[in-house]
């Protein structure tokens, strides 16, 4: 399949990530951005409320190495709902799946167990229901890496010898 017929559409540059905004306010709107101001050792939370351009300048961050991070981060990639996957051949199908979506969710989900954890932490008087979420959110999250790993190691080369 040439490449011109897989068509991703990115945005580059969101409203919203300006020198004059605060973290907690980016991270609102693009939650992959914590991801950075974490790097950073910037607060994105309850205390993230001073203006970027301020924080770069009290932590001696370069401002315009931060915002091109923020950028990339926060870019909103959109794959066409055209795209054939019922006509793939099994291989790319699966192998897409392996290098896309499991490689997200191995990247993602200890990121946000360790937020999920300091957020609890800190917010539990006034949302009670925090341990129980994140209970559950453990619960999903030690169950999510042995599934990816029985459906590579098991489902998919089945599904490639039988196909």
């Not at 709902?81 to 199908?93: T, Y």
Request: proline content about 6%.
């Amino acid at each position: 399949m040439p490449a011109k017929d897989i068509s991703v559409m990115i945005q580059s540059y969101p409203k919203g990530i300006t020198e004059d905004a605060c973290a907690a306010d980016i991270v609102k709107q693009f939650h992959r951005t914590a991801a950075v101001f974490k790097k950073h050792d910037i607060e994105f939370c309850c205390g993230g409320k001073w203006p970027l351009r301020m924080v770069c300048e009290t932590k001696g961050i370069n401002q315009d190495l931060l915002m091109e991070e923020l950028h990339k981060a926060s870019r909103s990639i959109a794959i066409p709902g055209s795209l054939p996957f019922d006509n793939w051949k099994i291989d790319f199908l699966t192998d897409y799946i392996v290098n896309v979506h499991h490689e997200y969710l191995r990247q993602t989900l200890p990121v946000l167990k360790e937020q999920l954890k300091k957020f609890v932490g800190e917010h539990t008087k006034k949302y009670p229901f925090l341990p129980e979420l994140e209970n559950h959110f453990g619960y999903l999250h030690k169950s999510m890496i042995p599934h990816l790993q029985q459906e590579e190691e098991i489902i998919f080369p089945y599904i490639r010898q039988i196909s």
